[in-house]
């Protein structure tokens, strides 16, 4: 603002002569100059190549308790569907499995002996269905006090000796349990919260380790099949934590659930970890395939269509039955939420 005017007295001069007076000029003040447009928000596209991981290690954890009988033939036969991924398709991989119990030390995360003592299924077995049938059926003496997680941790980290040779440096991590009843693992040797943790930090990218859960229906679900007694809870959450495909036991056949999870482990990504945090509703998704561009549209729960989902903790989008060949190119082009801030 300028200062007001300055009036001035004339005074009679007393002196000869008269001295000239120039009054002073108003203020400089600084002026803050606004920028009459918003600077442009950045727009972001992450790019992926859909690239088969060349080793995945695959560990099943079964519950061996006294409930468990059908189940447990039932995964040995449908286990095909879950092969079909594998065979012939020049991965490198292991397949073994784990009992939930941690009370006897001869479990406690050791590799099930499958024939000729083989402790796990790789390209190299002459009978992969055969094996898995005769891993998978561990029988129900087991104790009734699951601890799958324990037990998954147990074969990776506890049982490096016997086990030695399964979990390799740079492969995918795949982890599949089977339960009809609650986790139940002590706070020994770690927590919930400290096995999400080491999954997700197991490998540089988290994309490469998925945890999939064929389980009890959570605690908030009505009871919707026979012998289900308790939720299996804790393992939904580390799913959902640690991303992979969750099925409820109730929802049988497991066809479906045995393909999905299946296609994940051979190493056909769905999900894509975004760069940035997006704008809400900026997402855009598109793949190309064999010289075609194809456009994917957000799934709108009112009308339960659209082709993908996103997921504000993970920071990623996943499709939910599409799945992008092997050397197709997927586009994920949104607004950066840090420069729509500014």
């Given amino acids: ?80 569907l879950f092969m079909q991924y594998f065979l012939g398709s020049g991965l490198d991989y292991h397949i073994g499995v784990v009992s939930t119990d941690m009370d006897d030390p001869d479990q406690s995360g050791r590799l099930t002996l499958g024939p000729a003592q083989v402790r796990w299924i790789d390209e190299a077995t002459s009978d992969p269905m055969g094996a898995f049938a005769a891993m998978a059926q561990l029988g129900i003496d087991g104790s009734s006090v699951e601890q799958g997680i324990a037990a998954g941790y147990a074969a990776f980290e506890l049982q490096c000796t016997f086990n030695d040779g399964f979990l390799r440096e740079d492969s995918a991590v795949h982890v599949i349990v089977l339960s009809d009843e609650s986790d139940f ?108 561009t194809l456009l994917f549209d957000a799934f709108d729960p009112e009308t339960a269509l659209g082709d993908w989902v996103y997921s504000d903790p993970r920071n990623s989008i996943t499709f939910l039955s599409y799945v992008p060949e092997a050397g197709a190119v997927v586009h994920i082009t949104y607004d950066a939420l840090s420069s729509a801030e500014r």
């Avoid at 009054?23 to 100059?33: A, D, K, Q």
């Avoid at 080793?55 to 006294?66: A, K």
């Avoid at 859960?213 to 919707?224: G, H, M, W």
């Fill in 185 to 292: 693992s002590a706070e020994d040797p770690v927590t919930l919260g400290e096995y999400t943790n080491y999954l997700n930090g197991l490998r540089a990218d988290p994309a490469m380790v998925q945890y999939h859960a064929i389980v009890s229906p959570p605690a908030a679900a009505p009871d919707t099949c026979q012998g289900v007694q308790t939720a299996g809870d804790r393992y939904i959450q580390v799913s959902q934590a640690v991303g992979g495909v969750y099925r409820s036991l109730c929802d049988t056949p497991w066809s479906t659930a045995l393909e999905a999870i299946g296609l994940e482990s051979a190493g056909l990504r769905r999900e894509y970890f975004l760069t940035e945090r997006p704008v809400d509703g900026t997402i855009r998704v598109a793949v190309d395939d064999q010289g075609n």
């Fill in 1 to 80: 603002m300028r200062p007001p005017a300055r009036c001035l007295t004339a005074i009679p001069l007393l002196t000869v002569g008269c001295i000239e007076y120039t009054p002073p000029g108003p203020e400089r003040t600084s002026e803050v100059v606004f920028n009459q447009f918003d600077p442009p928000v950045e727009t972001v596209e992450d790019t992926y190549i859909q690239v088969q991981k060349p080793e995945v290690d695959m560990l099943w954890v079964i519950d061996n308790s006294c409930s468990m009988e059908s189940e447990q033939e039932e995964v040995a036969a449908d286990f095909p």
